[in-house]
């Protein structure tokens, strides 16, 4: 199995909710990703977990807050979130931080209102 | 700073003809080089990577590259272009800190 799954794939949230991103693998990589991508632009890395620790938080927002309960899942737990951060969220994962190939899941397509 | 560069941020080839898709790095050590291709509304799909070894490598859906050190590049060709090629295609480069830096990507369309 070399699947990252994420869900929902699509999410419309009002500024005052809270709402989770979930993402999920099975190939016993110990390294996983969150990217957030705009239209038209490149994936920008938001945060790593490695050994289901936080690595690297690239100076992201506290509306966003990253959760890893187990090896295999990832989540991205959401609140207050402004219209400027819709997005399409993406998630990865790697055998290892080292390791050089990043696995992509499909993606959130995320719409604040 | 370590940048990704990918020139025209919009391809059109003609279907049957050759895409060529230019990406240059900045390091002074050889990176891990990668490009990625994402269709509409869908993840980042590998289409092949460079690591060490032979500098022509080949990808899925006959892509391949040439990491040419002396020029810094990584550019991505396939001999003919079908329609199905089109989409955004990602050059990326991982360096020393394990961080994925990423060009602006390249909308390639297919005409028929």
């Known amino acids: 199995d070399t699947e990252v799954t994420q869900t929902p794939k699509h999410l419309v949230m009002g500024m005052t909710n809270k709402k989770s991103l979930k993402c999920e693998q099975h190939?016993?990589?110990?390294?996983m990703y969150w990217y957030k991508q705009k239209a038209k632009k490149p994936p920008e890395l938001m945060f790593v977990y490695s050994y289901e620790k936080l690595s690297i938080n690239e100076s992201v927002p506290s509306r966003f807050s990253p959760e890893c309960p187990n090896s295999s899942l990832l989540n991205l737990h959401l609140h207050a979130l402004q219209p400027e951060d819709s997005a399409l969220y993406l998630c990865?994962?790697?055998?290892?931080?080292?390791?050089?190939?990043?696995?992509f899941g499909p993606g959130t397509r995320l719409t604040v209102t | 700073a370590q940048s990704v560069t990918q020139l025209g941020s919009h391809v059109s080839v003609s279907e049957g003809a050759l895409v060529l898709l230019r990406c240059n790095y900045s390091s002074s050590v050889p990176p891990y080089l990668f490009w990625y291709v994402q269709y509409p509304n869908q993840g980042l799909q590998l289409l092949l990577k460079?690591?060490?070894?032979?500098?022509l490598v080949k990808g899925i859906n006959g892509f391949e590259a040439e990491f040419k050190k002396s020029e810094t590049s990584f550019h991505l060709t396939k001999p003919s272009a079908h329609m199905s090629d089109a989409a955004e295609y990602f050059c990326?480069?991982?360096?020393?800190?394990?961080?994925?830096?990423f060009g602006k990507g390249n909308q390639v369309v297919v005409i028929p």
């Open positions: 990865a994962s790697s055998r290892y931080e080292e390791d050089y190939e990043q696995y």
């Open positions: 460079y690591t060490t070894g032979a500098t």
């Open positions: 190939m016993g990589h110990r390294a």
């Open positions: 990326a480069v991982l360096y020393g800190n394990n961080r994925l830096a």
